[in-house]
């Protein structure tokens, strides 16, 4: 089932004078429960894209579908609603609440959406527990390492049980081993409950576990194919 | 999201930089304890101002011929009282009269051979309760007797003034109903102080019939002069004894110029409340917006997870509910400390305030509770301090998502 709709994209950023297309064109499909990994050097348009499919952003032009509605009308209100049910967020530095230890930092999204106590408990412990950090509940970011904030990063994206979660260089500040073991928890997740991730890097050791590989340079899909292929 | 859990963040957000929110929440506190310890002295002052006037001058009602000014002190005939001691007899028969007594006043000079001072003359029922202030302040001396024909009292800032003491000889002078000059020589029986250093300066005292043979006015009196149990039945006192050739006066209506120049001059303090508050306000704003541009990126985050403008902003209203509430909280304690202080020990002001403006203001201002007032500066206070984080909060709520992520 076809869950985003990228029709002809076009996304441009002005600095003064000077205008520069991040995304020139992009008409891309991503299916339900995908793993997809958006690849390609630093300026190809990967963030802005992942942007643009989250509604943290609008095109100039062109149609961004999520589930067959057209997301580029909608007002800051809808899009915040949107995101909160339907789209869960990793980012680069892990991107916690300083002020709220891992359990809270979970259960906010969950407290967003009005999750009743009783059920926000149970499925904030659930994804605690599958990203190993079960005996980490009350520590804050700041008494975690950047794995473990990651790992915490990703429970919290999958509270709401969204549609797809969009990573945006998940691993660019762990080493090798977290970066892997951070890999490993959202591909499980991602099989375990059928959410759908896109996660932009340039890490080949990150691409190796995508399904799906999109490339981009220079804002355009240059290819997109099987992960082992490209 | 439930209210409590934006509370809390906001909360622990105070903590992220203690000593920024420490010099805020003092600044709070001691704005509103400043303001309270202000307006108990301005409460304490007008008060006991008030009552100074009351039980040295004016008393709750007074009794005058209808043509008698009360700044003229006139001594003619048709401007006082002829039947005093029958009105003074009627007066106390009310149960609301604790004590009522026929007073004659006179403008005069008092000599002494090398200087000279404008004074004026209370003769008076010396057995009465209405003059129990002067009998109470003795400092010198003695009190007048009712046979006393020669004697007079005089205030401690006259005597240290014109150097005289008890036993010394001085000359009086008025000026008669009729104009014309009337001269005598009395002895100095007592010397009193009561606390009212524009009192002591001018208020000369001796007996009633003395007065009356002195000025020429044959048994008359300016006014009788009532002290009432309770000062809320001064109208109604007034209204029982007002008729025919008698006007009724009540302490308000005696005391209206003061009382108005009162209320022109809170005016001034609210000014003066508007300039702290305007200073807390100014701290709070600046306080919070370091807030918001320290955490750009984490509005951008909590957007992300599907916060909307409307719930950052009550964050940082609430971030600054919380920091006004403790701030408050301090400031009342602050501030009661203060007035309580002002209460028992007050602030010495000596003769200054009195000298300049005739006001019977005492050497000292006192402090009152006076929770009305302390209930409104807090919630002013609070406000201020809500309207203040009002543009931080908008602008960390009107952030796009997209600008503020870009920090990351």
């Not at chain 2, 046979?147 to 005597?159: E, T």
Request: proline share 3%; glycine share 10%; aromatic share 6%.
């Amino acid at each position: 089932m076809t869950i985003i709709q990228l029709e002809n994209v076009i996304k441009t950023y002005r600095v003064g004078a000077v205008a520069t297309r991040a995304l020139n064109g992009i008409t891309l499909d991503f299916q339900a429960g995908e793993f997809t990994a958006l690849v390609g050097p630093s300026g190809s348009g990967k963030t802005t894209l992942l942007q643009i499919i989250g509604c943290l952003d609008r095109p100039d032009s062109g149609a961004v579908r999520i589930n067959g509605q057209d997301v580029t009308r909608l007002n800051a209100n809808q899009r915040a609603d949107l995101r909160r049910e339907k789209i869960g967020f990793i980012f680069q530095f892990f991107a916690l609440v300083p002020v709220l230890n891992a359990y809270e930092n979970v259960e906010l999204p969950l407290l967003l959406s009005g999750v009743p106590a009783a059920e926000r408990r149970q499925r904030v412990l659930a994804l605690l527990e599958s990203v190993g950090l079960s005996d980490r509940l009350h520590h804050r970011p700041d008494q975690m390492s950047g794995g473990e904030q990651q790992r915490v990063a990703i429970a919290r994206a999958l509270a709401p049980r969204p549609l797809l979660v969009l990573a945006d260089e998940p691993t660019a500040n762990l080493d090798t081993a977290n970066g892997r073991q951070a890999m490993e928890i959202m591909k499980k997740l991602n099989e375990q409950t059928g959410t759908a991730f896109i996660f932009a890097t340039h890490d080949p050791r990150v691409m190796a576990f995508a399904r799906r590989v999109v490339k981009l340079q220079d804002g355009r899909v240059v290819d997109d194919g099987n992960g082992q292929r490209i | 999201m439930a209210l409590s859990k934006l509370w809390t963040i906001a909360f622990r957000d105070l903590g992220r930089n203690r000593r920024r929110s420490l010099l805020t929440l003092i600044a709070v506190a001691l704005g509103l304890a400043l303001l309270m310890v202000v307006h108990g002295l301005v409460a304490g002052t007008m008060e006991d101002t008030m009552q100074n006037t009351i039980r040295l001058e004016t008393g709750h009602v007074q009794l005058r011929a209808p043509t008698y000014e009360q700044g003229k002190i006139s001594l003619q005939w048709k401007d006082l009282l002829e039947n005093a001691d029958a009105l003074a007899v009627r007066a106390r028969s009310l149960p609301e009269v604790k004590a009522a007594s026929p007073v004659l006043w006179a403008g005069g000079v008092l000599n002494t051979g090398d200087e000279s001072a404008g004074v004026r003359i209370y003769g008076v029922d010396v057995a009465s309760a209405v003059h129990e202030p002067i009998r109470q302040g003795m400092v010198a001396g003695a009190y007048l007797a009712p046979d006393d024909r020669n004697s007079i009292l005089i205030g401690k800032h006259l005597a240290d003034s014109l150097g005289l003491a008890v036993g010394a000889r001085v000359g009086l002078v008025v000026v008669s109903g009729d104009g014309q000059p009337i001269e005598g020589v009395f002895a100095i029986r007592g010397i009193f102080a009561t606390g009212v250093p524009a009192y002591d300066d001018t208020a000369v005292f001796m007996t009633l019939d003395k007065a009356q043979a002195f000025t020429n006015t044959a048994g008359r009196a300016s006014a009788i002069v009532i002290l009432l149990h309770r000062q809320d039945d001064a109208d109604k006192v007034a209204a029982s004894l007002r008729g025919e050739g008698v006007a009724a006066f009540t302490w308000r209506q005696m005391n209206e110029v003061f009382l108005q120049t009162m209320q022109s001059a809170m005016g001034y303090y609210v000014i003066m409340d508007l300039v702290v508050m305007l200073v807390v306000a100014v701290i709070i704003a600046n306080t919070l917006l370091m807030a918001v541009f320290e955490r750009i990126r984490e509005m951008g985050i909590l957007a992300a997870l599907g916060m909307k403008g409307r719930q950052i902003m009550a964050m940082f209203l609430l971030e600054a509910a919380t920091l006004g509430l403790l701030g408050i909280a301090i400031g009342i304690v602050l501030g009661s400390l203060g007035v309580a202080y002002m209460t028992r020990n007050g602030l010495y002001i000596g003769d200054m305030s009195s000298a300049a403006s005739g006001l019977a203001i005492g050497t000292a201002m006192y402090a009152r509770f006076d929770p009305p007032t302390f209930a409104g500066l807090a919630f002013w206070t609070l406000i201020i301090v809500l309207l203040a984080a009002l543009y931080p909060a908008w602008f960390a709520a009107r952030q796009e998502p997209v600008d503020a992520l870009r920090a990351l």
